[in-house]
């Protein structure tokens, strides 16, 4: 079992920035790679960044690449979501989330449903 624990959410205005983390414990060593979701009320959680966990790639949701930036420590086992130029459209409820199989690479949003561990969420609400 992998525990996630989220952190660093909050109230921003447009064009503002926000640091989230992701603190993992747990059997880490079964981790191939981790994401970011993000969910409003009424709709379905949507992809946001991931990052595996070996070599550092990273993969982006349309709408929040260049403007967001995902990262990994390895050595402390967090994962950080870096989010720059915030818009209303952001706002809501953001997962981490960690798989413990391979991920393979497939050029589109990855669903919640290829993730196997999740955090309690962190609420990021960006103000106009």
């Known amino acids: 079992q992998v525990q996630l624990v989220e952190s660093g959410g909050g109230l921003v205005q447009a064009g503002g920035s926000l640091r989230l983390s992701c603190a993992a414990s747990?059997?880490?060593?079964?981790?191939?790679?981790m994401g970011w979701f993000r969910q409003t009320p009424g709709k379905e959680r949507e992809f946001v960044a991931t990052?595996?966990?070996?070599?550092?790639?990273?993969y982006y949701t349309d709408s929040v690449r260049g403007r967001f930036t995902i990262s990994r420590d390895n050595a402390k086992n967090t994962v950080a979501l870096q989010m720059n130029s915030l818009k209303p459209e952001d706002t809501a409820i953001y997962y981490c989330?960690?798989?413990?199989?391979?991920?393979?690479?497939?050029?589109?949003?990855?669903?919640?449903?290829?993730?196997?561990?999740w955090g309690q969420g962190t609420q990021v609400t960006v103000s106009s």
């Open positions: 989330a960690a798989r413990k199989t391979r991920l393979f690479f497939i050029g589109s949003d990855y669903s919640d449903k290829d993730y196997d561990y």
């Open positions: 747990g059997r880490t060593s079964s981790v191939y790679a």
């Open positions: 990052i595996w966990w070996s070599g550092g790639s990273t």
